[in-house]
């Protein structure tokens, strides 16, 4: 199986989560543990919204962290050039073109006028020199002939990546899967990245499907954070991909620590039940399952926690669990190695 890279966007749509606020400072220290991880692109922001927002996007480059950094855009020269001006590598151009976008993202444009904002915004980011991912919002309530449109123009204007973004989380994997290989096979040239949105709870398992059909990028948040329910998982994506042989794991203890500074940066609580990064992914407290794991580590467990600079746990069984017998007190699992 081939590796699959990950652009992280926490910098970017993870902002755009509720009660999230992350400034440069923090911004460039989350920037710091995405590059410890092993992250294959940084997506931070939206330069042409603030200066301030320019700064934020300008501070990360600067830190010269090592993966390109990638600044978002709508398909204007205005703000294909603010991410130029932010001194960033790469720029995602995103423009939907389906009914819905004509209805109420971009009201009144008729299609013709879309492609032709598509091809001049990607030819304005070449002439600038920045890599450019093309993506179309919404691409999974896009008609197969208008998404192929839309790409179309964007690979003839000069387009590095496209990008299937299922902006309402409605696709399922089995879909996810038959539009993915649709667009890989009409445009088998680029690379292709998908954009999942969490709203049913499918993004990690749709992130999983994409890459089986042929995308080659995966885009991703630590904690999932993004607009409404977020969008695939950073570090869960990590862990299933190493699992599946399509990436190697940074060294232990880099994602927790990651998930920690992201949950403290962003002031939100650090989600105990959480596969991976969580507090209780490998904690065991049926006295049954305690025992096995001190047998044999793997009884109830995917992953080694090792792997990830974890171990397993112990939590005391609650006396008053109709479960459970008064257990005695339990020994905690044995010493690997
Ligand atoms: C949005 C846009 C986006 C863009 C994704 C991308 C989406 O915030 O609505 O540019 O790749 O989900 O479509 O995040
Ligand atoms: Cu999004």
């Given at each position: ?182 667009v890989r096979a009409a445009f ?95 904690t065991h407290t049926a006295r ?47 010493p690997r190695g």
């Open positions: 199986m081939g590796s699959v890279a990950i652009i992280d966007a926490t910098l970017r749509e993870g902002r755009q989560a509720p009660e999230v606020t992350l400034d440069a400072a923090a911004s460039l220290e989350v920037a710091r543990g995405l590059a410890a991880s092993g992250v294959d692109m940084i997506e931070v922001g939206h330069p042409s919204a603030s200066p301030a927002e320019r700064e934020r996007v300008r501070a990360v480059v600067d830190a010269g962290l090592g993966p390109p950094v990638l600044a978002h855009a709508r398909a204007t020269a205005r703000d294909v050039e603010a991410v130029a001006d932010a001194g960033a590598d790469w720029v995602g151009v995103f423009l939907g073109v389906n009914e819905t976008t004509r209805r109420a993202r971009v009201p009144a444009a008729a299609i013709e006028e879309l492609l032709a904002r598509i091809d001049a915004a990607v030819r304005r980011a070449k002439e600038l020199g920045l890599g450019v991912r093309y993506t179309v919002e919404d691409a999974s309530r896009t008609t197969d002939a208008e998404l192929v449109a839309a790409y179309r123009r964007a690979v003839d204007a000069g387009a590095d990546r496209l990008c299937f973004a299922d902006s309402v989380g409605a696709l399922e994997p089995s879909v996810v899967a038959s539009r993915v290989a649709a088998p040239a680029l690379p292709l990245e998908v954009h999942l949105h969490n709203d049913r709870g499918l993004a990690l398992a749709n992130a999983l499907a994409a890459v089986d059909a042929g995308a080659s990028w995966v885009s991703a948040s630590v904690l999932g954070l993004g607009e409404r329910c977020g969008i695939t998982d950073t570090c869960a994506l990590m862990a299933n991909l190493a699992h599946r042989g399509q990436r190697v794991l940074p060294p232990p203890g880099t994602l927790p620590a990651l998930a920690a500074t992201v949950a403290r940066l962003a002031g939100i609580p650090h989600p105990r039940r959480a596969p991976v990064i969580g507090l209780h992914a490998f049954l399952h305690v025992l096995a794991v001190a047998r044999d580590p793997n009884a109830y467990a995917w992953m080694p926690p090792e792997a990830l600079g974890r171990v397993h746990a112990t939590a005391p069984i609650r006396e008053d669990s109709a479960e459970h017998d008064a257990p005695p007190p339990l020994a905690p699992p044995a």
